[in-house]
């Protein structure tokens, strides 16, 4: 996957090059934790191997130029709040929806990591559930030995429960036949439509607890998952709105505006702005 990665960016710079464009920078995004430095320090089972890939090396040894590697969450939230649905915010939190459940926090057009370059990182927090959840009660937890297993090695995270594989399995193990999350969209099978308002509920209860603990101007949707549209989007933001208290007022929850182009024009900007 480098490999083929580094032959693209390669023959995109020789592209630029040819059409007279003065490159001075590459931002690269990437699944996985990336460090300050630019090298992978964790990713899920999805990318076997990745774990300790020193992506900022290999990009400035092939390309010959200075290298910036962000997470492709990170780089997407970034890319949202300089240019797309957020831009102009003080505070934004920028989450996206997909094969995982990733996060993003940026203020005033800055991107804050963490520490560890795990800020926003919201599909790797326990999931919530509701307070009549059947197994455990009046309870917002899960027994250990109960909780779906979460791609991160951890279980009953949100991404086990929300993610879109988490609810084509939900869907599956209920008797549904979809071959993919899209086959759902604008479904009338009442068992999809249960599934995927069950999900939207953990991604609702979840992001008001992101939101009553950040107070973030606005709330920014992106990822696969957003595809089912109403089905997902509206039971999620009246789930934002029942959760938060009433003094944070109505926080707006916005679609992305810049969809698969987000983390290209983040990775790019952070490149050339540091």
């Not at 979809?178 to 086959?183: G, M, N, Q, V």
């Not at 609702?204 to 973030?216: C, E, K, N, Q, V």
């Amino acid at each position: 996957m480098l490999a083929a990665a580094l032959d693209l960016a390669a023959d995109r710079l020789a592209q630029a090059r040819a059409a007279g464009m003065d490159v001075v920078a590459c931002g690269v995004g990437s699944a996985g934790t990336v460090d300050a430095k630019g090298v992978v320090t964790h990713a899920t089972d999805a990318l076997p191997g990745w774990r300790g890939t020193d992506l900022a090396t290999a990009f400035a040894d092939r390309l010959g130029l200075p290298v910036t590697v962000l997470n492709d969450v990170h780089a997407w939230g970034l890319g949202e709040a300089r240019h797309g649905a957020a831009k102009g915010s003080r505070l934004a939190l920028v989450l996206t929806i997909g094969t995982g459940v990733g996060g993003a926090l940026v203020r005033d057009g800055e991107l804050l990591r963490g520490r560890h370059g795990m800020a926003g990182s919201l599909g790797h927090t326990p999931a919530l559930f509701p307070t009549t959840h059947a197994t455990t009660g009046p309870s917002t937890g899960t027994d250990v030995d109960t909780a779906r297993p979460c791609p991160c090695g951890a279980a009953g995270h949100l991404e086990a429960y929300a993610a879109g594989p988490a609810i084509l399995a939900a869907y599956r193990a209920r008797g549904g036949t979809a071959a993919d999350l899209r086959d759902l969209a604008g479904t009338t099978d009442p068992v999809a439509r249960q599934v995927i308002h069950e999900a939207a509920g953990f991604l609702g209860r979840s992001i008001a607890a992101a939101a009553t603990l950040l107070d973030p101007d606005v709330i920014v949707l992106g990822g696969g998952v957003t595809g089912l549209g109403d089905l997902l989007t509206v039971p999620l933001t009246e789930a934002v709105r029942r959760h938060t208290p009433p003094g944070l007022g109505p926080i707006p929850v916005r679609l992305s505006t810049l969809g698969p182009h987000g983390a290209v024009l983040g990775a790019a900007s952070a490149a050339l702005t540091p």
